[in-house]
C-alpha cells in the first residue's frame, strides 16, 4: 500500500485507454473454486474492488513502527487514509487494478494531524510527507506484475491467494519491489538511505463466503489488514542508520466517498477539493 507507491513515484499511474469491460459476478447457482487459480483472482477482485467496473473504496486506519537495527520497535505515529480501486479485466482474464489513495500521518499523543513532528528515534523535527498517488499494477492467475507503463526500472514480484473456512474467506495481495533509490546522497543525506529500496507489501482482505458466492451482491462487504516492510522515510531523517519502519494497517470496504471520520474527509477536501469526486481511477 502508500509506503511502495509513494517510492514508485506513481509508477504505471498512467490511465487505460478503451471502455472498462463489465464483468458479471456469477452465473445463477455457481460457486467460486478457490483452489482454481482463475476463480481465486476473480475473487480477489471482487473483494478488493467491484466487478461492475465501478471503484471499490477503503477507508483504513493504523499505525507505523519503527526501530534501529538492534532496538525494539515502537509506535512513532498513527496514519489514516482513503483508496479508490478499480479492476478492470483484460480479455486474457488477469486484472488491470488501478488505485488512487490519500493519507495523513497523526500524532499519537495529541492524535491530531501531524504537520509537524519531533522523530523520537533522533529527536529532529520533521515534516511528515502525508500521501496522495495513484497506480497501476496488474492481477491475474499466475501473480502480480507491473504495469507495463511504468516508468521506473522495478524489480517486481507478488502473488494472489485465497481460502475459506467456517463460512468465511480471504484473498492476499502480496508484493515485494526493488528499486534504485531516486534520491542523491549528496543532495540530501539524512534523507537519503543507500542506493537501493526494498519494500514489501502484505495485505488482506476478509469477507462472508456467502457474499462471494451470492450473484445478486453487487457489492461485497468486506475488511482490510495491511502490513509492510520498508525503509526509512526520507523525511524522518534516519540517514542510512541501520533499521526500517513497518505499518499496520486495518480498514472496511464503504459505498460511499462520504463514509469516512469527519477529520479525513475534512483535510481531504481542504488538501485536494475535488479529490474524492475525481480521484483518476
Not at 149 to 172: C, D, I, L, Y
Request: include cysteine; glycine fraction near 10%; charge should be negative.
Amino acid at each position: 500500500m502508500p509506503t511502495r507507491r509513494d517510492a514508485l513515484l506513481s509508477a504505471g499511474g498512467a490511465g487505460l485507454s478503451g471502455a472498462f469491460m463489465r464483468t458479471p459476478v456469477l452465473a445463477a447457482g455457481a460457486t467460486y473454486d478457490l483452489d482454481d487459480p482463475s476463480d481465486a483472482v476473480t475473487a480477489y477482485a471482487r473483494m478488493r474492488g467491484n466487478l461492475d467496473g465501478t471503484p471499490g473504496m477503503w477507508w483504513y486506519r493504523g499505525n507505523m513502527f519503527a526501530k534501529r537495527s538492534d532496538e525494539v520497535a515502537q509506535r512513532v505515529l498513527k496514519i489514516e487514509g482513503f483508496s479508490f480501486n478499480r479492476l478492470v479485466r483484460r480479455e486474457d482474464g488477469r486484472f488491470d487494478q488501478i488505485m488512487a489513495e490519500a493519507g495523513f500521518f497523526i500524532d499519537p499523543k495529541m492524535d491530531v494531524i501531524a504537520d509537524e513532528w519531533v522523530n523520537p528515534l533522533n529527536g529532529r523535527t520533521c515534516n511528515p510527507g502525508h500521501y496522495k498517488s495513484n497506480q497501476t499494477i496488474v492481477v491475474g492467475p499466475e501473480g502480480v506484475s507491473g504495469s507495463e507503463a511504468a516508468a521506473v526500472p522495478v524489480q517486481f514480484t507478488g502473488t494472489v491467494e485465497a481460502q475459506s473456512h467456517g463460512g468465511r474467506v480471504w484473498t492476499t495481495e502480496n508484493m515485494v519491489t526493488k528499486l534504485p533509490n531516486p534520491r542523491v546522497e549528496a543532495d540530501d543525506p539524512l534523507g537519503y538511505s543507500g542506493p537501493v529500496i526494498t519494500l514489501t507489501s502484505l495485505a488482506s482482505f476478509t469477507g462472508q463466503l456467502a457474499d462471494l458466492n451470492n450473484p445478486d451482491l453487487a457489492f461485497m462487504p468486506a475488511t482490510l489488514h495491511f502490513q509492510n516492510l520498508a525503509p526509512w522515510m526520507p523525511w524522518m531523517k534516519m540517514g542510512q542508520e541501520p533499521g526500517l519502519t513497518t505499518w499496520q494497517l486495518l480498514g472496511t470496504k464503504v459505498q460511499s466517498n462520504t463514509d469516512m471520520p469527519d477529520r479525513l474527509r475534512n483535510r481531504l477536501d481542504a488538501d485536494y477539493p475535488v479529490w474524492l469526486d475525481d480521484p483518476g481511477v
